[in-house]
């Protein structure tokens, strides 16, 4: 049953993913996105957010703590983006980012789950990156074609 709802659940994020992929056209890029006022953000962010507490089936108590600290954990690695040079800091610092926020996540959810929500978080980015560059290629070759 829970493989079921899983599966569920991971249909709904794939298929919302492609209505927001639909939104990007090779011509536009992310003056789309920035124009819909941060839309398609939003939903990713929902999206998130369902996949995440389905995955390491938070309780509402848990969810309660949870979510602020990875709000906080979200806010330390985009601050990350602006190490641009030296690639091995800048992998570094994200694993003891990750270290940190292991043990806070574990005080919350258990050791367990903490491992689960890191591997599906990295699921989750894996398959918007896939799905993304997937629509984005279909259209370019449909824009190809019609020339």
Known sequence: MKKLTLLLLLSFVLISLSGIAQDFSPNQGRR????KGGNAKEKIRALYIAYITQSIQLTD???EKFWPVHREYEKES???KVIK?????KE???LNIKKKYRTLFAGIIGNERTNKLFKKDK???DKLIERLRDKRLGNRKAGESED
């Open 92 to 94: 570094e610092l994200s």
């Open 78 to 80: 985009k601050n990350l």
């Open 123 to 125: 699921e989750f980015r």
């Open 32 to 35: 789309n996105q920035q124009n």
């Open 61 to 63: 108590k848990e969810a």
């Open 85 to 89: 040079d030296n690639e091995i800091e």
